[in-house]
């Protein structure tokens, strides 16, 4: 039976899903400590933190050698059961157990088309008739598809212009200025790239922007190569803003339901806080 969404087609895994299903799995193993999965070490001293492969293979309930090739690429047909049984033994929440099916089972994916986004007129006008929020829309590639004045301010971008948000977030120092824990912020969007990745894997725009992040900036070498993935619906984020300073504010993201690439992300402060007072600030500066 195939994972649910996705539809029976013929088998192909091409060396870089592979490879993709490899790296992931090997990541998941060394980041999981023995106290954690409940594997018991009788005081041994190990070289690494993480789980040994036969230890996984034995939570998992199958053969050391099956579980080395499958984290190795190079089995190539995998039944839910023995993925399920994977991600149970590698303690994955909701958002891991969705990219390892991506990555187990990429011909069964639906593809959708991948020709320019566009943002609905509609979906502006919404978006724009929010003034105590900050909003913003983000495409499928972390393109910044619209938003209301208030969003562009909270970012620091120009209402006319429409930067890729990944390249600006890595490539350009206002960030790193603008969120007082950049290292999160950017480990977010590493991890959207993640799954967008395993979504679209023959996305030409979507590998190029993750090709030219892997040559330009070391940092985001180094959080993709941690294979972070998560979906990040909402948070709470810390803002440095160099117009009205330090403020503590609340993010709600949510997929267009007729678009599911593109996300309007709501941005917002608790009524009567500080935080509020300085959002109200930001507005009225946006809209003068």
């Known amino acids: 039976m195939a994972p649910p969404g996705r539809r029976v087609d013929h088998w192909r895994m091409t060396e870089h899903r592979n490879t993709e299903l490899a790296g992931f799995l090997r990541s998941r193993r060394e980041a999981l400590t023995p106290a954690v999965a409940g594997v018991e070490t009788y005081g041994e001293q190990r070289r690494v933190p993480g789980l040994r492969r036969e230890e996984v293979a034995r939570l998992a309930g199958m053969s050391v050698n ?61 978006a724009e008739s929010m003034t105590e929020q900050a909003v913003v829309v983000v495409g499928r590639r972390t393109d910044l598809l619209g938003g209301n004045p208030l969003g562009f301010a909270l970012l620091g971008i120009e209402r006319d212009q429409r930067p890729n948000l990944a390249r600006r977030m890595f490539l350009d120092p206002a960030p790193r200025e ?52 998560a979906e990040c619906t909402h948070s709470v984020q810390e803002y440095e803003h160099p117009l009205v300073g330090r403020m503590t504010l609340n993010t709600e993201s949510f997929h267009l339901p007729d678009a599911p690439s593109q996300r309007i992300v709501f941005v917002g402060a608790t009524p009567g806080s500080d935080s509020a007072e300085r959002l109200r600030l930001l507005g009225s500066l946006a809209s003068s």
Do not use: C
């Open 178 to 229: 603008l969120f007082v824990d950049w290292e999160l912020e950017a480990t977010y969007v590493a991890s959207y790239l993640r799954m967008a990745s395993g979504d679209q894997p023959d996305d030409p725009a979507l590998n190029e922007l993750v090709g030219e992040l892997s040559i330009k900036s070391p940092d985001f070498v180094r959080i993709w190569s941690a294979h972070p993935v």
């Open 66 to 126: 099956y579980y080395t090739r499958i984290e190795q690429g190079e089995s190539h047909q995998i039944s839910d059961a023995v993925l399920d049984s994977i991600a149970n033994a590698l303690r994955l929440d909701e958002d891991e157990r969705l990219h390892l099916l991506r990555l187990a089972w990429p011909a069964q994916v639906v593809r959708r088309e991948l020709g320019p986004e566009r943002l609905r007129d509609t979906v502006q006008l919404l």
